[in-house]
Each structure stands twice: as C-alpha cells, then as structure tokens.
C-alpha cells in the first residue's frame, strides 16, 4: 500500500528520518517494498517572476524575459512561449538543471542573445492537470501560488514528499489504510497518535422519509449503514486530497467520488456513492441476484449474474456488485443534486468468488477480501460526511439507516505474562507488556501476573496467547533475543527404503534412454473419459479441486496415463520421431464421494514409448527390467483395459498381486490425442512394487555334471497363455529343472482350427550326480501331466 509521508504525519508525529522509520517499520513486522522519493529527478528548477519581456531582435516568434530567481541580480531566459505576461510567476529550469523527462538544461545563445535556462511547460515537468491545475494548457505553465521568486519547484509543486509502499500481510486488513499504518508507526516510534474525530452538522430532514433500505441476506451482508446528502455541490477536490489520492495510485474525479476513495484509503472501509434521483422507487434492497440477470457497471461492462451473487438492488433491478463496483445507471455524475451513501460490511468469501468469476478487481473488493471491520462501518461514514460538511459539498439530512443482526462484544483473553515470556524466549517486564499492548489498542489490564485484554473487533487476527506473544515481541524489539549456541547430537540424514528404490528405477530407465517428466497432479475433469473407462471403474471416482485455475485443472488423477499420452502426443506434435518417457507421481483415490476423510495418495509410475525400434516387446522388456530390479517374481497374464489395444496388452503380476498393465494404446483413444502412429504406455503401482522385498542373491558354483535337453511340442486352446504352459513346465521339472525356453508357436494348416503348437526346450541338471534314464523319463512324466493339466496335448 502507497502512502505519503505528509499524508502519515496528519496523524502522527514523526520524528525520525524516512530510512529509518522504514527501518522500524520493518523490525515491528511490516515490510517496505519501495521509498521512492518524489521530485527526485527535478533538480535547480525554481519559481521565477517575469520583470520584463522585449523582443528578440533576430526572431519575430523569440522574447527575451528578465527574470527574479531569488538572487541578487535578475537573470536572462529567451523563450518561445507567447501564453507569459510581465508579472507571471512560472517555472524556470536554470543553468545546469534536470527535468523529469531527462533533459538537461545549460546556459546558452539563442540567435545570438544569451539565455540562462528555460521557462517550463506542464508537459516538460511531466505534470497533467490531476497534478497541478493549468498544467494541461499548452505553453509556459503560469502558477497559482503568490510564493516567494527562487522557491524551489518542487515544493511549490508539492513534491518535497516521500512516497513509501508497505506490503500489508494478509492477516492484517486492520492496517490496509493510512490510519491503521499511522497507529503502527505512533507505536514503533512512542509518538501520539491523532485519529480524526468526525464532526458535522446536519439540515433537518428525515433520511426515513426519503429512502428506505431492507437486507435480506445478513449472512452476506452483516451490517448496512446508509445516509442521504441533498443539494449536492459537485467541484474540484482540494490540494491536499487529490495529493493524497495520487501518491496512493488513484486518479481524483470530483469532491463527492474522491471523498469515498478518500475515505477508504484513510480507514480502510469501502464506501460507495448513488445518485439519489436514479434510484427506483427510492428503495435499496440488499439481496442475492436472480440468475439471468445482468449489470452493467461503472467500466461499460455488463456482467450476467446468479443466485451466488451479491448486489445491492433499487425496486427495480440491481445497482450494484456488492463491494465490487457500483452500476452505470446510478453513477454520481456533474448535475447530480442528491447522493446516498453507503457504508456496509460484506462476507468476504462471498465479495472473492463473485470477484472471480466476473474476472473483477477493484481496490474495494481486495479490501472486502481481506475483511473490513463491522464497528468500523459508522466510523468511516461519519468520516465521510465530516468531509462533505467541511468542503461543503451538500446538505447532509437527519437521521442514519443502520441495519444490522447485532454487533459483536470485544473478545477477552486472559493470559499470564510468564506464559508469554515463555513462549518467546525474551523476559520482558510485566509492565512493559501491558504497555505494549495498551498501545496496541488492545485493552489490558494488569493483575499481578494475569493479563485481562479486550480484543476489538477490528484485531480478528488475535486469538489466543501466540499471537499476543507475537505482538510482544515486534514491538519490544527482535533485537533482544540472544542467540546460543545448537544443542543436541547431529544425525545424518538417510533416504527411505522407499525412496532409494525409486532412485534405482530412475536410474535405470535413464539408462534404458528414457527422459523422466512431471505433470501435475491436477487434470481435466473429462480427461478420463478419452480411456473410454467403464462408469462404474474406480478412477472415475476422480476428487474436484474446490477453486481450481479451469476445467483443464480441476480434478486430483487417479491414473497417469492421460498425462502421458499428452506427453507423447505433444514430442509427436513437435516432430520428435522417437521417445521414451517415463514419470513417477501419485494417484489420488477417494473411498466415496464427496470426500470425508483425507485421500490416498499412492504412488505410481508411467512409461510411454514411441517410435519405429519400438513394439509391444521392447515395452516389455523395460517392464521386465523394472520387476527384476525390485525382486519381483512376475507372471504375465491377458488384460482387459478398454484404452488399450485388445490383442497388445498384459497384465503383470508381482507375487500374484496385479502390479502393472502396458501394452499398444487403442487407435480410437491415440487418435483422441491427435497421436496418428502406435504408441505403448504402461502404468505401475509402485505401492505395492516397492513393498516386495528383494530375494536374497545367492552364487552357487559350475555345475559338475551334464545337462539334459529335452524338447516338448503340445497342441492347445489358442486362447491359452503361453505363460500358463510355462508355468507348468517349471512345477513339474521341480528342482530339476535349470531351464525353459519358448521356440516356436505356430498356427496353420496342419494344426485344427482354435488350436495352436507351442515348444519349449527344457533343460534338467542335477547337483549330486548324471542323470539316469529313469530320472529323466520321471521327469517327463510330472511335466507332461502338468502340461494336460493346464489344457495342453503332446504332440506325437
């Protein structure tokens, strides 16, 4: 928030350099962004007085103006301007000057006559006529004010004033104005703090007769004050306002519209202004739009509205967003003769969501935002009709409407200053906290080592005894904490079993030639919907996000594969012709919806391939690398995912717990994503992978004995797994067994239709001795009969 430093010392004295009250200010918790002091850049440019003008003799456009400047002997400027008189007081650049615009200004000859400086206009001081009344006119600016010849500009101009810019933390709305920052700096440097107390007259009447207000949300709209002003006398604002209104960023309009800015800045409370003559029936209504209708606001922007929204309405139609801004129809205006004035307090969750999704912010909305005080309502009202009275800018009538539910009691919070002490570490004297939070405007009172305060409303901030702790120590000063030394033994950190073996599959598919990304976690909600999923399928149970940035973030994923395939889908768009891909994140799942209890969070990996080396078994084989690593005994087994091409995919098992599925993405779904070649994605629960614990590796040495080759072609059922008959293979050779290896599948002519041949060669080896015949044929026999078993006929 921008405030000047003249405007600060209104209400407080200020004793100190700026640096160093910025400084203060900092130690007590209020951070300064930027000092920034005005009339920097306009150096030896003084008021000067015209004595005498004669015609240049070589120019018939040139005058040559002897000016006072303050100094013993006049001094020479030619100028140009033909708007000067004999007797102006105007603004002379003289030698070696510099004005805002940058230009330096050195003595010279002008067709030969000797000229000492320049006469400036309002646009080479960078001034409009918001700055300085005449500024706008084109030529010398003629001043207003009878100051002494060789005053310096910058005073005349008021711009002997530092501009400083504190960042208001969000917990302090209380400060979010001149008065609030005021309070602050009277406690920082123990100086009296001057508060106005409004004062004014009024000119009869009855508000009551002339307008009537109902509320009819007082959740939204705790309390409603409104006032009537007749005979309005709309003009100029003084100097001194409109110096405050621009130092703070706003642009003075008129009196009545710059007394409400006004009034907000300096209390911090929102106010709005109506056109008394505009308003239907003479009636305010404060109440929920209608869905369907519309405003159209002070900027000429019309807004559609719903029953979310807070307006302030007349009989008729809405007038204004509630704390937002006013509507165009009851806009104070040059022949406006009667206003009524609003000063309310607004729920600010509701100001924030209609803020939001009318894509409005405005100074009173960010205000109402960060919350505004309901007992600080009738003070800013008072405030502002003390400005109207003082300025004489109407006729204020009788009598104040106030619509409130009740007002809150201060709060109070008994606290022992030992309990304070404690907390921060610092012995602070009991007096001198009593002190400190009297100062606060936290009303204490001291009972031996008992602390009664009575928190204002206006301190929401204060609930218990941290944050009178907080409010201690700020003020007593940081500087009195001592620092010792660290006590304790110093342990190494370690990662979690979990974690290093995320790092080895990390490493691992770097190795393989994969790139890791991250996505977010958040996804569009009808994202799931492209992996044409089954309604009733768990992931669509997907967690909306309460305020979310769009519909293409607006839900928790409970799968990674969308994302991935907008990963591949985006290196294909960009002409990548090859890539692998990996990511390792969470799923969210939700055990009902809407969610009672916090989500899981389990964490999953997805891998992606595409490209002319790749199929459906390289994918496979960076599956199988991942399971080897993390000691998993695997089995492969057909899936049914429907985002998945049907006779491409797999579903692998772990420890027979379904621990990964992969395969060809379908062309309907890679379409979806604008992908036009075969892409293959895998996803992998790494909460149940990352629980297996690796099998112990055990060395044995060379055999000493023979191996045994057997070969065994069987006809089966096509849709046998191939997995299946070797998984027989391995439970009938037993121990025995060294090795199995598929050779051949084959369908065709000779074999029956529905039926295929399969062959494995198996290896047999024994530790303790040759194998006999016998053995063998015993061998044979067990996997034989486990190979009918699993649906399998020997080939004769």
Known sequence: MKISLNQLKTYVDINVPVQELCDRMVMAGFEVESIEKQ??????VVAARILKITPHENSDHLQICRMDVGREEPVQIVTGAQNIHEGDLVPAALDDSYLPNGAHIVAGKLRGVESNGMLCSGEEL?????DYKGAGVYGILILNEDCPAGTDMRKVLGLDDYIIDFKITANRPDCNCFLGVAKEISVVLKTPFKAPVPTYKTSGGNVNDLISVEVKNYDLCPRYIGRVVKNLRIGESPVWMKKALIASGMRPINNIVDITNFVMLETGQPMHAFNYNDISEHKIIVRNASDGESITTLDGHTFDLNSDMLVIADGEKPSCLAGIMGGRESEIESDTTDLFLESAKFRRDNIRHTGRALGIRTEASGRYE??????NVEFAMNRALQLIYELDAGDIIDGAIDCNKGLPEERVLKVTTDSITELIGVIVPDDTIAEILNSLGLKTELDGKMLTCRIPSIRDDIEGRADLAEEVMRIYGYDHIKGTPMRGNVVRGTKLPERVKCDKIKALMNGLGAYECTTYS???SKAVDSLLLKEDDDRRRQIPIINPLGDEYSVMRTQLTTSMLNVLATNINRK???GRFYEISK????????????????????????GKDEDFYTLKGIIEAIMQLCGAHTQYVRSDEPYLHPGRQALVKANNMPVAVFGEVHPAVANSYGIDTRVYVAEIKLDILLQIKKRKTTYKPLP???AVERDFAMLCDIDIPVGELEKAIISGGSRLLERVELFDVYTGSQIPDGKKSVAFSVWLRSADGTLTDDKIDEVNARIIKKLEAAGAQLRK
């Open 126 to 130: 960078c001034l409009t006529e918001d």
């Open 576 to 578: 990548n012709t090859e």
């Open 39 to 44: 009339g920097e850049n306009l150096v030896n």
């Open 370 to 375: 960060r919350g505004v005080d309901i007992m």
């Open 587 to 610: 799923r969210f799942l939700s055990k009902q919806l809407p969610i009672t209890e916090q989500p899981e969070e389990l964490p999953a990996m997805s891998v992606g391939i595409y």
């Open 704 to 706: 000493k004995f023979p």
């Open 522 to 524: 958040f996804i569009a």
